[in-house]
């Protein structure tokens, strides 16, 4: 175990206030590297802000340049090792992630800039997660849009090899820090690629789910972003399975308290707005763009089975649209990946075999075209829709005009699909009948496994367990108790949905709290020729949790009233997929999903996180499955 003193000087060395004291620099203002073995140049420079402030930045210049346009990431992670991926000569071997093939961005001669954000690395100030921007969250005179603009003012004037067009690319809290770009952008800022960003941290991103807390993925986080300024302390754990850490831990937040996580400044506000109050919707990157007119050319780059952050970029872009219908700077493109998937290899994911490289295919056929439209002198016309999306189970990209959409002589229609008696699902509700519903019993004691176990992540990180966890056999809850199953016959012809499924469930507890988890799944016919693995498998297609006291609003929770009917209405994230012949759709509920998800007592309290152990009590659980007030989930359907 870490001792808590040193985590706590730790915390108060590198989370500050918002207020920014420059801190010593180990680098100086300047450095160069430029031998003759190098096909690039690499330029080390520290950036002054207006506050004074210095932000470290590298600058990777291929040898020859001339009038070549600038592509800027602005990160948390490291600025140095993302530069320096291959310890190589050869820049397309320097760079880790947003570059890892040349067929994109270093083949067509791009600089590269990566920066450390404030307070993170190389960088002077204080480190705040997801700054917000100035205003009743950030009294001070500096965010991350001052920030963008003052690195793109410089690097406009002291680049003599850039053409003076500027882009921002970057992938989560980088992918976050892109958009921060958009707000007052500089006038050399071209283009922008924001990709799986972190948006709306209380409603689907990284820290809640609609009131859930995302302790698994969170409190690790959290800790070692926040606990240094590079991310020297690292998370620990007393289990190799994390299922037992968290459920031998104790009730609430016990796992983040014996770390420390509660002396540090970010933490303490997750535990503190634990509804969708100011905090968060002040700070909801959707809201924030959707009060001023989109001026620069951006692609929002959403994965269909993002693991961290599902939520942001469709959330974008639906905002945008909305106060914007015909904005012509606004692109999308979806595909079937993991978070980040896009800058890897799309070949496959998890158990999924698409053919073709998906992410290689976008990066040539979609990504470097956009940033030459509009970074190059010489730019071919550029033909890219206005949305490119991937349909799974077709496995084929699409050009549509906009999302949600089908294509040509298509539409999408609301289509309620009802949990029927006896596990059935159906387009019509089955007839009224007693009992009309099927309980389940949730005890938080024996709660859900969000994967099977053992689950390895807290140590393992961004291990292939956590990447590919959305696209794991759900067959194993499938045949617990606690987990109602609902099917289809087989189907006899193509079912395609676009757009986001909407859980409609009616049920009742007998607790006074409790969540309730949606799951909408595709089972492989029992034989499956070409990949006998995928047998009977069942691919979750969509799914997420509500916390039920958000059900009526999620600024103002209340408890849930004992052996009384519910209505829990929540969206599902969206998806672009093709149920094909011979498969079966399948949905599943049940009310843990753990340790991913914390434990919900299942008895009303103020704060979870302050539980007792007396608070955790088990509850059965109702669902209504007859008749037309029956829960359904209602799906896009295209026609």
Request: net charge negative.
């Amino acid at each position: 175990m870490k001792p808590i003193a040193a985590i706590l000087a730790l915390a108060l060395l590198s989370a500050p206030a918002l207020a920014d004291d420059p801190l010593p620099s180990d680098r100086p203002d300047h450095f160069n590297v430029h031998t003759d073995s190098f096909d690039y140049v690499r330029r080390i420079v520290m950036i002054r802000m207006r506050d004074g402030v210095k932000l470290h930045t590298v600058i990777l210049i291929p040898k020859g340049a001339h009038r070549a346009p600038m592509l800027l990431t602005r990160t948390p992670y490291d600025a140095d090792e993302l530069t320096s991926y291959g310890d190589t000569a050869k820049l397309v071997g320097a760079l880790d992630g947003y570059d890892n093939a040349d067929d994109a961005i270093v083949a067509a001669g791009y600089i590269r800039v990566v920066q450390d954000v404030r307070g993170k690395y190389h960088s002077e100030g204080g480190y705040v997660m997801n700054r917000p921007i100035r205003g009743p969250l950030n009294p001070s005179q500096v965010d991350h849009p001052t920030d963008t603009y003052d690195t793109i003012d410089w690097l406009v004037k002291n680049v003599p090899e850039s053409n003076g067009r500027v882009g921002t690319i970057g992938i989560s809290y980088d992918g976050f820090t892109t958009l921060m770009s958009l707000v007052d952008p500089h006038p050399a800022l071209k283009v922008a690629v924001p990709m799986n960003p972190m948006v709306d941290g209380w409603v689907g991103d990284d820290w809640y789910h609609k009131g859930a807390f995302r302790q698994l993925g969170s409190i690790n986080y959290i800790y070692e972003q926040e606990a240094t300024r590079s991310n020297d302390e690292k998370f620990w754990t007393d289990h190799y399975d994390d299922y037992d850490t968290f459920l031998g831990a104790g009730p609430g937040d016990a796992v983040a308290r014996e770390h420390g996580d509660d002396q540090l400044g970010f933490y303490r506000k997750i535990r503190e707005h634990t509804a969708y109050d100011e905090f968060w919707q002040l700070q909801a990157v959707d809201k924030i763009l959707a009060k001023q007119r989109l001026t620069v050319p951006t692609m929002l780059v959403h994965s269909l089975w993002d693991q961290e952050d599902i939520y942001g970029a469709l959330a974008v872009y639906r905002a945008l649209k909305a106060a914007d219908p015909t904005n012509p700077n606004l692109y999308l493109a979806m595909g079937p990946w993991h978070h980040g998937q896009a800058i890897g290899d799309g070949s496959t994911l998890g158990p999924l075999h698409f053919g073709l490289d998906t992410s290689l295919w976008w990066r040539m056929h979609v990504l470097r075209p956009f940033l030459d439209h509009y970074l190059r002198d010489d730019a071919p016309p550029m033909d890219v829709a206005r949305v490119t999306a991937f349909e799974t189970g077709t496995n084929e990209w699409q050009r549509l005009p906009t999302w949600p959409a089908c294509g040509d002589d298509c539409t999408i229609a609301a289509q309620k699909l009802y949990l029927k008696p006896a596990h059935g699902l159906g387009f019509d509700p089955a007839p009224e009948a007693d009992p009309g519903f099927v309980a389940y019993v949730s005890d938080p004691e024996k709660p859900i496994p969000f994967v099977q176990r053992p689950i390895h992540m807290l140590a393992d990180g961004e291990g292939p367990q956590w990447k590919n966890w959305l696209v794991s056999d759900q067959r194993e809850a499938s045949t617990r108790p606690d987990v109602l199953t609902f099917e289809t016959d087989r189907l006899t012809a193509p079912l395609k949905l676009a757009g986001a499924p909407i859980a409609n469930l009616v049920a009742a507890t007998t607790g006074t709290a409790g969540d309730f988890v949606v799951k909408l799944i595709d089972v492989y016919p029992d034989v499956v020729a070409q990949t006998p693995a995928m047998g009977g498998y069942q691919l979750m297609i969509s799914a997420d949790i509500l916390r039920g006291r958000y059900r009526q609003s999620f600024s103002a929770p209340e408890p849930i009233p004992a052996n009384v009917k519910q209505t829990y209405r929540f969206d599902l994230p969206t998806v672009n997929h093709v149920f094909l012949p011979g498969h079966r759709i399948m949905v599943q509920v049940q009310s843990t999903w753990f340790p991913l998800y914390d434990l919900n007592p299942q008895s009303y309290v103020e704060n979870i996180f302050d539980a007792k152990p007396s608070d955790y009590q088990a509850a059965t659980i109702s669902v209504y499955d007859t008749g037309t007030e029956g829960s359904f989930v209602e799906l896009p359907v295209a026609k």
